[in-house]
């Protein structure tokens, strides 16, 4: 599976971005997707995750009421929608995603990464 990361940007605080992480290659049913993210200076961190089988979403405390994390099967893409975008929001985006996930807020649990699309967010 490869997975393609899109939609990063520059934007002021207060605006919104939405990524994109397309699934495709050899088609493996992957239940879940996730987003991290590493800002400058700091270790890869969890931002978001969407469990297909049971349409569970997760996020982190930071983000929590401001992105919104979405599945269209029909294009094997996931969707995060990020509104109300702060400084602290600058990042390398990636997204992962794997069959199984027990942790969903480890990085070591998936398998499958796309390459990471920048956000960047001016005060």
């Known amino acids: 599976v490869q997975l393609q990361a899109s939609g990063g940007g520059l934007v002021q605080a207060g605006e919104s971005l939405r990524l994109s992480c397309a699934a495709s290659?050899?088609?493996?049913?992957?239940?879940?997707t996730g987003w991290f993210r590493r800002a400058p200076g700091k270790e890869r961190e969890f931002v978001a995750a969407i469990r297909f089988s049971t349409r569970t979403t997760y996020y982190a405390d930071s983000v929590k009421g401001r992105f919104t994390i979405s599945r269209d099967n029909d294009k094997d893409t996931v969707y995060l929608q990020m509104n109300s975008l702060v400084p602290e929001d600058t990042a390398v985006y990636y997204c992962a995603a794997d069959r199984q996930v027990k942790y969903i807020r480890l990085k070591g649990e998936y398998d499958y990464w796309g390459q990471g699309t920048l956000v960047t967010v001016s005060s």
């Open positions: 290659g050899r088609r493996i049913t992957t239940d879940v």
